[in-house]
């Protein structure tokens, strides 16, 4: 008898957190502008990596063995 009333519980709890998600779900969509914060620092450090960062040569050969 208490797993039965366990499995109602769970099976209540899971419907209301559907009816909310479903709720929310327009809100989810929709367009909203947001801001991004990153240091100074960490986008000097970034293009002094991307700068000094050894790319592979081309290929060497002319057909595409």
Same mark, same amino acid.
């Given at each position: 008898? %208490?797993?039965? %009333?366990? /499995?109602?519980?769970?099976?209540?709890?899971?419907?209301?957190? &559907?009816?909310? &998600?479903? /709720?929310? *779900?327009?809100?989810?969509?929709?367009?909203?502008?947001? %801001?991004?914060?990153?240091?100074? *620092?960490?986008?000097?450090?970034?293009? =002094?990596?991307? *700068?000094?960062?050894?790319?592979?040569? =081309?290929?060497?050969?002319?057909?595409? &063995?």
């Amino acid at each position: 008898m %208490k797993l039965h %009333k366990l /499995a109602t519980v769970l099976a209540f709890g899971l419907c209301i957190l &559907s009816a909310l &998600s479903q /709720a929310n *779900a327009a809100d989810e969509r929709s367009i909203r502008p947001f %801001k991004v914060q990153v240091p100074q *620092a960490a986008l000097e450090d970034l293009r =002094r990596r991307i *700068a000094e960062t050894r790319w592979p040569d =081309r290929e060497t050969v002319d057909d595409q &063995s």
